[in-house]
C-alpha cells in the first residue's frame, strides 16, 4: 500500500498570511490531487496535477507536482477566513482507487 | 443536476450489530466509491463498484460488504461492528473508473 504524508498536520494563521502545505510519498501516483473538505461535508476537488513538475493555478492557490511525481505542494497565497477547512491531497492508482494523506487543518483567523 | 447523496446522516449502534448504510450516486454516474474516514484522520478506500461488480478493494476485513444495484445506487454493509468502525463514511460517484469522484456528505456511525 503506497502511503502519503501530509505537513503539517495543524496550521492558524492570520489573514493575509501566506501558506505552504506538503504532500510526500515515496512511491509513484499517475496523478495527484488535493481536496478541501468543510466540516459535515465530503471532500471537495480542487485540482488534479498529472505531469511531473506541472503546476496549476486556482486564483491564490497554487499547486505544484514534483518533478518525480512523487511529491506535491499547494500555497496559499494572501489567506482569507474563507479558506479554513481540512486540505487532503490524494493520489490515484490504477482503477480510480484513491490514496489520502492524513490532512492539513488550516484555521485562518482575521 | 442531483448529487451524491448518503443516508442515513447519522446512527448509533452498539458493537455486535450490523449496519447498512446507503448512497444514490450522482445521475449518469456508474461507479461507485466507498471510504472510511476515522476522526482527525483522511479518509480510506474500502472498495469500489462499476456497473454492480466490485472493482477494487482495500485493506479492510470480510465484514465490510457491498452492493451496487441496476440504478447504479449502492450499499455498504459492515457485520459484527467493532467500536474502531466508528468513523465517517463517505460515498463517492464517477461517469466510469478513472474521471473524477464526486462525494457524498457521509453518514457519520457510532459505535458503543
Known amino acids: 500500500t503506497q502511503l502519503l504524508e501530509q505537513s503539517p498536520q495543524f496550521l492558524s494563521i492570520q489573514e493575509g498570511e501566506n501558506l505552504t502545505v506538503y504532500c510526500n510519498s515515496s512511491?509513484?501516483?499517475?496523478?495527484l490531487q488535493w481536496y478541501r473538505q468543510e466540516p459535515g461535508e465530503g471532500p471537495v476537488l480542487l485540482v488534479t496535477v498529472v505531469t511531473g513538475g506541472e503546476v496549476k493555478k486556482l486564483k491564490r492557490l497554487t499547486f505544484q507536482f514534483g518533478d518525480a511525481r512523487k511529491d506535491s505542494s499547494l500555497h496559499i497565497t494572501a489567506a482569507q477566513t474563507g479558506d479554513t477547512g481540512l486540505y487532503l491531497c490524494?493520489?490515484?492508482?490504477?482503477?480510480?482507487?484513491?490514496?489520502f494523506g492524513g490532512g492539513t487543518r488550516l484555521m485562518v483567523k482575521p | 443536476e442531483t448529487g451524491v447523496t448518503q443516508s442515513p446522516t447519522h446512527l448509533i449502534k452498539t458493537r455486535g450489530q450490523q449496519v447498512t448504510l446507503r448512497c444514490s450516486s450522482q445521475?449518469?454516474?456508474?461507479?461507485v466509491s466507498w471510504y472510511q474516514q476515522a476522526l482527525g484522520q483522511g479518509p480510506q478506500f474500502i472498495f469500489q463498484y462499476y456497473r454492480e461488480e466490485e472493482n477494487g478493494r482495500g485493506n479492510f476485513p470480510p465484514r465490510f460488504s457491498g452492493l451496487q444495484f441496476p440504478n447504479y445506487s449502492s450499499e455498504l454493509n459492515v457485520n459484527a461492528l467493532e467500536l474502531d468502525d466508528s468513523a465517517l463514511y463517505l460515498c463517492a460517484s464517477s461517469y466510469q473508473t478513472g474521471r473524477e469522484q464526486f462525494f457524498g456528505p457521509g453518514t457519520r456511525l457510532t459505535v458503543l
Open positions: 445521475s449518469g454516474h456508474n461507479t
Open positions: 490524494a493520489g490515484e492508482e490504477a482503477g480510480n482507487m484513491l490514496t
Open positions: 512511491s509513484v501516483f499517475s496523478s
